[in-house]
């Protein structure tokens, strides 16, 4: 372990949490905290993370509390990961189902540094900062939304003795009473804030792996070249994290940083974790334009969703000529009535002739499609037409997800005024996890029972894959050989890649439990 002789800030993230058969993909290097780090010493703090995916992500070990299981670091093994001298100690909390095991690691660091300040932050820490402070009191302060400015001023405000509650964006408890500041603006200068500190985060691991967002199998690297969405669809959690700012960095700097980790990391492919990145025509051209004249030997992706109204055949020609393979277009639904119910704000028909021309050029293109609480089989039989004009223009995959109600969204909002929701509870975060299960279900419609939910998971998605490899032959012997080689171009050959790679770790792991 590595220890220092002066007071240090130490960032953690929890390991990743999953089940036997979820479909997402889990293990990427945790850019939040490396952003984070690089502001800290750009302000002269020294820094250091305990990378608990990275310092092991070969390690799954089943949890305590449920029947899921955790990647990376055992909650004793980051506990005695973190150096010795760290008087300030931050925790990224994104999702809302890892918030048991988070709870738990907290308690732990706090037995161990009972004079720490501990700082959480993260989409989960602003979508639940009060439930935070009042049932994990070994919390000291919460940092809600971009989180740079405000853990400098934070650890500033920390070793000066200065009041906190001057600090814009954070709650803590004022004796028995939450005391919660206001929100700061986002950072208006994008190209301004430093680079991630990447050299304190164990890259090679995820690198030499293939680890990533993305679809590839190759020395993946995170970026991100714009940070928010001015859209403010009910199921998402943006508004509130990242308000509707959306700003994109300078072009020729968001390349200036990819040239730099080719160079030092031997990059090969980079995923942008945007939430979504293309929303202006003429950013995106000059992007790519100027990847095209710089010439880099790699490719790059667009694994979070993206929207698709900026997308036309001219920028699908300048993506694919400037190295962009991978793309998630994000309809939700392909019922008229959900789409404004959920704000989404989308033109199905325009969708569908990006996605035909991104095909066309050679994109993968996955689609993701959302249950929702209020469709009815109409809805469903709407999505389902869609779904098969998708397969019929050219997408290689498809995500059909039961809704998950994540706290921070106006949808969960209204269930739980509605009634139609439990109060926050661990019991609630850790039903959240079995989500991306395709074993089980939850259903929050009231149209349609758990068992129906699930039949229509598996009917939409094995329709899909059907039609698709009926309406593409080639596909399915391609996509049996990136398998077999473990070369994934798209994301369903990688989510086969990766599930099946768990169930056999899984399996293993509990023989070995069972030994006598
Ligand atoms: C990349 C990504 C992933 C990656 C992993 C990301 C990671 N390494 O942690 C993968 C693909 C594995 C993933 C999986 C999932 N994801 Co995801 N993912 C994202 C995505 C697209 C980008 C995250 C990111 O890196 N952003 C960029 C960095 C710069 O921002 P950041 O991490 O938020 O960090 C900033 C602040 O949060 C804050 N901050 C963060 N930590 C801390 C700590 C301290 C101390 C402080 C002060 C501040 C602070 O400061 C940072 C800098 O400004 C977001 C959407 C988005 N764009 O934010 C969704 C998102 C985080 N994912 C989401 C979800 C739901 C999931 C899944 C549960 C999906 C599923 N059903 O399987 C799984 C869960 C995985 C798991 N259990 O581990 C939701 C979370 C909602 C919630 N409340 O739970 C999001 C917000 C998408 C959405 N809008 O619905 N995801
Ligand atoms: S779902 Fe996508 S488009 Fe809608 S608010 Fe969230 S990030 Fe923006």
Redesign the pocket.
Known sequence: MKQFDKPIVS?V?AP???NAF????????????A??AGSLRAHGIATHIVDA?GENPDQIFPLSFCDGYGIGLTMAEIVAAIPETSDII?????????WPFEWRLIAAIRKRFPNAQI?????????CSDYILTTCRDVNVI?M????E??VD?VNAIRTGNDLSRVGGIAFMDGEAIHTTKRRKRIGDIDSIPVPAWDLVPLENYMSRGLG?GSMHARNM?L?AT?GCPFQCTF???PL??TTKWSARKASLVIDEMEAYVKEYNVENFDL???TAIIQKDWIVEFANQLIRRNLPITYQL??GTRSEAIDEEVVDLLYRSGCRNMNYAPESGSPDTLKAIKKKVKLPRLLNSLQAASKRGLSVMVNIILFPRDTRADLLNTFKFMVKCAFYGADDITF?PF?P???TELHAEMVAAGRLPPLSEAYFIG??T??DISRVTSHNPNLSERQVHYFRLLFLGSFYILSYLFRPYRAFSSLIHILRNKPRTKGEKTFIQLARRIIKINALSSALHKP
């Open positions: 960032l993230k990743a949490l999953t979820a479909l997402s993909t889990l293990v990427t290097p945790p850019l939040g905290l952003y984070l995916v931050g925790l990224s909390c994104m999702f809302s189902n890892s700082i959480v932050g993260g989409e989960h820490a602003t979508a940092a939304g971009e989180g740079e405000t853990m934070i967002h995170p991100m940070r998402c959690s943006s994290m990242w974790y945007d939430l694994p979070s997800v998950v994540y706290p921070g959240l996890l989500h991306s």
